[in-house]
């Protein structure tokens, strides 16, 4: 049965799925904005830092700033499901309203055709790897044939699973997580 008047309760439901799609839109922009200025940032200090400290305490700042990058990954990544969520809700409303209302539609093909989860997970990516490879240099662990031996272990560690991390990350991605 077609959504035909603003009192039916379907149309409120579809106002409030454009409501909470604004708030949610909203609250990812905020979170990456202030997110990525914030590793950006402790990205810089932790550079500097490095050159004033020990091996293992400026390794630390690289270690702590690439655990931030997982938890922003992963608070993204929930939020990004709620908005595909409230997405899908409208888009199934919208099919029932006569005459039809197409506004999720257009903006949801052309948000998934600009690409853009794919920019924002290189962006994840490359904080991690940038992380990792600054701890590597910060440790003195660029030297390929003692590579174990020039960084603390735990530091050598950390960079290899944040880096099977990334892979796995971007697997799960390309497979089926929400664009």
């Known amino acids: 049965m077609p959504i035909t008047t603003t009192d039916d309760l379907r149309f409120e439901d579809w106002k409030e799925c454009r409501n909470t799609i604004g708030r949610l839109d909203q609250l990812l922009a905020d979170l990456r904005k202030y997110g ?6 402790l990205l810089t200090a932790g550079a500097f830092l490095g050159k004033a400290s020990t091996t ?3 390794a630390a700042v690289f270690v702590t700033v690439m655990v931030l990058v997982a938890a922003l990954f992963s608070v ?7 908005l595909s969520g409230a997405v899908e809700r409208a888009l199934d409303l919208e099919v029932v309203t ?3 209302i197409r506004v999720t539609k257009y903006l949801s093909i052309n948000a998934t055709d600009s690409k853009i989860s794919y ?10 790897a940038t992380a990792g490879g600054l701890g590597l240099l910060a440790t003195g662990g660029l030297n390929l044939a003692l590579w174990f031996i020039g960084t603390p272990f735990w530091v050598s560690l950390v960079v290899l699973v944040g880096l099977v991390a990334s892979i796995l990350i971007y697997t799960l991605w390309r497979r089926g997580f929400p664009s």
Do not use: E, N
């Open 119 to 128: 920019l924002i997970l290189f962006l994840y990516l490359a904080l991690l």
């Open 76 to 82: 993204d990544t929930y939020y990004q499901v709620l």
């Open 56 to 58: 293992d305490l400026s």
């Open 36 to 41: 990525f200025s914030i590793i950006t940032g």
């Open 98 to 100: 006569d005459p039809r």
